[in-house]
């Protein structure tokens, strides 16, 4: 009932006092009257002074969009880079350490072919946090859905402290010949806390 009634008062409040007033609980009490004599017993003007108090305390609590949290940075954590060559192997595997707390929302991956024989399909096999597999299934997804250029990619990685190791593990369907190559880089983008 009070969150209903703080909503409704408080857009009516943030309208018709917003630019008097401003954010500000003192001057919204001494403008409409903080002594108990001037407002009288009435509880309609009670719940209509504490809404519009609740509401302005929790406005100034709430963080606008794209403005960070106190003590969160959006950085990214990248993995050291990746060559699929005629010796290297179908599969391979990288790893980094998180050098602070962090929490992982995108991951972007890039890749390079070079050679008429660097046609292999790349794709992610596995991602982990620490132990912990991020997809929900077990399967290969092709690295192109990790590009750049990509959108609707948010996820919510687990979060981790500092000195967890990520690990991404790429294969690649068909090696290069010769000195042709395929190469991979990853990194992820998240919040990190300072």
């Known amino acids: 009932m009070s969150t209903q009634l703080d909503d409704i008062v408080g857009d009516i409040a943030d309208e018709a ?3 008097i007033v401003g954010a500000d609980d003192d001057v919204l009490g001494d403008v409409l009257g903080d002594d108990e004599d001037m ?3 009435d ?6 002074l504490g809404a519009i108090r609740r509401r302005r305390r929790r406005k100034r609590r709430m963080i606008a969009a794209g403005v960070q949290r106190v003590g969160e940075r959006k950085q ?12 290297s192997g179908l599969i391979l595997t990288t790893t980094v350490n998180a050098q602070r707390p ?3 929302s995108r991951i972007i ?13 790349v794709t992610l096999s596995d991602f982990r946090v620490g132990n912990d597999p991020q997809a929900i299934a077990v399967g290969e997804t092709p690295i192109e859905a990790f590009a750049a250029t990509a959108f609707g990619l948010q996820v919510d990685l687990d979060s981790s402290q500092p000195g967890v190791v990520y690990t991404a593990i790429l294969r690649i369907s068909v090696a290069p ?4 190559r395929v190469d991979c880089a990853l990194a992820v983008f998240g919040a990190a806390l300072r």
């Open 17 to 19: 006092l917003g630019g």
């Open 39 to 41: 407002m009288g017993d």
């Open 43 to 48: 509880d309609v003007e009670g719940d209509v």
């Open 76 to 87: 990214f954590l990248p993995f050291p880079a990746l060559a699929f060559t005629a010796a």
């Open 102 to 104: 962090f929490r992982g």
């Open 109 to 121: 991956a890039s890749v390079t072919r070079t050679g008429a024989t660097s046609t292999g399909l």
């Open 177 to 180: 010949g010769g000195t042709d």
